[in-house]
């Protein structure tokens, strides 16, 4: 298997990691102070272990972060009220977080933040899936019963694809199950409509022939998408360390596409999964570095998905809803410096 880097001295550690064998060593914790400083560069990052955020570990495996002298430390955090008190507190720069969390953590809890980056977003990952034949297109949704997880993203992509043909939650009987009951109610015939992510997706597929796919997030990808939220204190006293970040991922980005076999290996080892539990998943998504975060910044995900995402999430529940949710975006550190 031979792999191909950008960093030649860093593959070794990819290779090692997607074997099995001990990785590169694990990276110190990073200073958590607000202020400039003159030592190593260093950013503390909420990270859950999700595959939705995966280049992360490939980042900190293959030494990405380490050639750029740059410290970083990730933390899971349990709870929304974690989280929101360690931005706060400047205990963590930065946040990997779902786009409508980042929406309420800014409008809804008031964390002086900005999205600098979207990692991910989701594809075939998360859809409407039926087992009825009169259910051909979204707007056969109308009058129908449909099951999804309440205050998800499967309401979201709900919301947001019903809003597309001019139908409304009020369109739909709503039932209101966890994904995992949604999917069970489909293939028991309880419901002829659910919406779904990975694995759920794929099971059903399997255990029930009939079940399809109406409509799923890549029919407007983005609209079911991950970010980096950063304090706006951070991006203002470490601006080089966030660029050294990012950078790190864009490395990161490059070597999935690349080798995208050696890439999974190491993610699921970090996220304790396997490569095939987490393919369904990892495999409905994309992964954007750095070029197309700069297009998406200029063009549609700032002046179009975002403020979809904005209102599908308020008419779930999910947010209050930002009177102008492009001025959460700063693309300063996806743009090339001068």
């Not at 190593?40 to 490939?58: C, D, E, Q």
């Not at 966890?178 to 999917?183: D, G, L």
Request: charged share 20%; net charge negative; glycine share 6%.
């Amino acid at each position: 298997m031979f792999l191909r880097f950008r960093h030649g001295a860093a593959a070794s550690c990819l290779a090692l990691a997607a074997l099995g064998l001990a990785a590169c060593a694990g990276l110190p914790g990073a200073d958590e102070s607000a202020t400039p400083s003159a030592g190593p560069l260093s950013v503390t990052m909420a990270l859950p272990l999700r595959a939705n955020y995966g280049p992360w570990h490939v980042a900190k495996s293959a030494g990405y972060f380490a050639d750029r002298d740059l410290t970083v430390a990730f933390k899971d955090f349990q709870t929304e009220d974690d989280l929101v008190a360690a931005l706060e507190s400047g205990q963590a720069d930065c946040a990997n977080t779902p786009a409508q969390t980042a929406l309420h953590l800014v409008e809804d809890k008031a964390v002086d933040a900005k999205i600098v980056l979207v990692t991910s977003a989701a594809r075939s990952s998360f859809a409407i899936v039926t087992t009825s034949a009169d259910v051909v297109k979204v707007a056969d949704l109308a009058g129908q019963a449909v099951a999804f997880e309440d205050n998800s993203r499967a309401e979201l992509l709900l919301d947001h694809a019903l809003s597309e043909v001019g139908l409304t939650p009020g369109s739909i009987t709503k039932v209101q199950l966890s994904t995992a009951a949604a999917a069970a109610a489909l293939t028991e015939e309880q419901v002829a409509v659910a919406v779904l992510w990975e694995p759920y997706i794929s099971q059903v597929k399997t255990d029930e022939p009939n079940a399809r796919t109406v409509y799923d997030a890549g029919a407007d990808e983005g609209i079911v998408s991950d970010v980096l939220l950063c304090r706006t204190a951070a991006l203002t006293a470490q601006p080089a360390a966030i660029r050294a970040l990012l950078a790190a991922w864009d490395d990161a980005v490059a070597d999935y596409t690349a080798n995208p076999a050696a890439a999974r290996a190491v993610i699921a080892q970090a996220i304790g999964s396997t490569v095939a539990d987490m393919k369904p998943m990892i495999e409905g998504l994309r992964f954007y570095g750095l070029a197309q975060n700069e297009a998406w910044f200029k063009d549609q995900y700032t002046w179009s998905i975002l403020p979809a995402i904005n209102d599908a999430a308020v008419t779930a529940g999910l947010v209050k809803g930002l009177a102008d949710p492009t001025q959460l975006v700063d693309a300063t550190f996806v743009t090339p410096e001068e």
